[in-house]
């Protein structure tokens, strides 16, 4: 079928929103991904051999809970846990070759080799479901875009959040996905139960709470149908993320910094802190804004170039397919470490972060600032 038919729009509409894709190769496959919020269509689209890949929608959030959840919600949802790690789908496309996408509609080399060495069911799922794309975290401290640790994780781990049909982006209800995920043997994100509206707001306090004492992101909660979606994060989300910003203070944008710390504003209200509580927060707030600056200017004092730090774990030419991907996207990787490990290839390196480097030299060495 003709993209325009799969993404449900005319003819001349799909001509105009083209504008908005990229142009990438994998191996021998050319494709054209959405990289932004730009159009009508969810960030992430994917074109690839005439077969579609819907993105993923973007999550709306609450920032008071109580309001926000009977506000949003007219039914019964399902409580989730949100996972700190990447956005992967993973759809089977171009004559049944099985790729996995990032968030912006990317082919990453890693994840594909990954998904399909975590997840034994995926051939089996894909032959009986070609229509159907799977979404999912990948998180743990060894991939190549986030660095958010879990206990129960020492490498990588994949948990589905969602099964949509691959080119519409219809979900499937929650129920159904449970019944996939357990026949192929999907991991999911955990699950914490199905509320109605009011009884989420009597629930999530204490939930929240032992998510952020295990420095958990937070919950994604979801109508049964999987149609609505709604997010909340915790304390130590948003401050990781503050502490994260703050290492690299001049490559995040202010944006992402102010809403972070306007999200710590209004949990300190909504969950009625008193004053000793309160200057606890505003205490370790400003611990996670400060001392990841400190010690990143001290470190470009000494002369180091500081980055992001990643490691990845994987056959040595998956590696190389990684590295080499991610240069093409234009970052620049500084490798600090290159070793075999259990027949396998682990690779420490730094994606080298221009702004921050050079505005912190050009700082230290008496720069003027007009503002
Ligand atoms: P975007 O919405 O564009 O991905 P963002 O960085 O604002 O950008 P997040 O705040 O991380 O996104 O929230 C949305 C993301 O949360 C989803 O894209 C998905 O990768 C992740 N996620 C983790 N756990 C879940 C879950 N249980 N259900 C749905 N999404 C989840
Ligand atoms: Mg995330």
Redesign the pocket.
């Known amino acids: 079928m003709e993209y325009h038919r799969q993404l449900g729009v005319s003819r001349p509409q799909f001509e105009s929103l083209l504008d908005g894709f990229e142009h990438r190769e994998f191996r021998d496959l050319e494709y054209r991904h959405l990289p932004d919020y730009r159009s009508s269509l969810d960030?992430g689209t994917v074109l690839i051999e005439g077969d579609v890949v819907a993105g993923?929608p973007?999550?709306p959030r609450t920032l008071i809970l109580a309001e926000g959840v009977p506000r949003y919600f007219d039914g019964e949802l399902a409580v989730?846990?949100?996972?700190n790690g990447?956005?992967v789908r993973v759809a089977s496309v171009a004559d049944d070759r099985i790729l996995a996408f990032t968030?912006s509609g990317i082919v990453c080399p890693f994840t594909t080799h990954k998904v399909k060495a975590m997840l034994d069911g995926l051939d089996a799922f894909f032959d009986d479901h070609p229509e159907l794309q799977l979404c999912g975290?990948i998180y743990g401290p060894e991939n190549p875009y986030t660095d958010h640790e879990y206990p129960d994780v020492d490498s990588l781990a994949f948990a589905a959040?969602?099964v949509r049909d691959r080119a519409s982006g219809d979900p499937l209800p929650i129920a159904k996905r449970k019944d996939l995920c357990r026949q192929y043997d999907f991991p999911e994100?955990p699950f914490h139960g199905v509320f109605t509206p009011e009884e989420a707001v009597d629930a999530l306090p204490d939930l929240l709470d032992e998510l952020d004492a295990e420095g958990r992101e937070g919950i994604?909660m979801k109508a049964l149908d999987d149609t609505q979606?709604l997010?909340y994060t915790t304390s130590a989300a948003n401050q990781d993320d503050l502490a994260h910003a703050f290492d690299l203070p001049f490559d995040y944008g202010q944006a992402f910094l102010f809403r972070r710390i306007i999200r710590e504003g209004f949990q300190a209200i909504e969950w009625e802190e008193d004053e000793a509580t309160r200057r606890e927060r505003a205490h370790d707030l400003g611990e996670s804004i400060l001392l990841p600056m400190l010690d990143t200017i001290e470190d470009v004092q000494g002369g180091e170039t500081v980055g992001e730090e990643h490691t990845v774990r994987a056959p040595s030419d998956v590696i190389d397919d990684l590295l080499a991907h991610l240069e093409g996207m234009g970052l620049h990787l500084r490798i600090d470490e290159d070793r075999e490990a259990d027949g396998e290839r682990v690779v420490t390196f730094v994606k080298e972060t221009r702004a921050t480097n050079d505005k912190i030299d050009a700082y230290l060495d008496g720069q003027i600032v007009r503002e």
């Open positions: 960030r993923f973007k999550i989730e846990e949100k996972l990447y956005n968030r975290e959040f969602d994100v994604v979606y997010k």
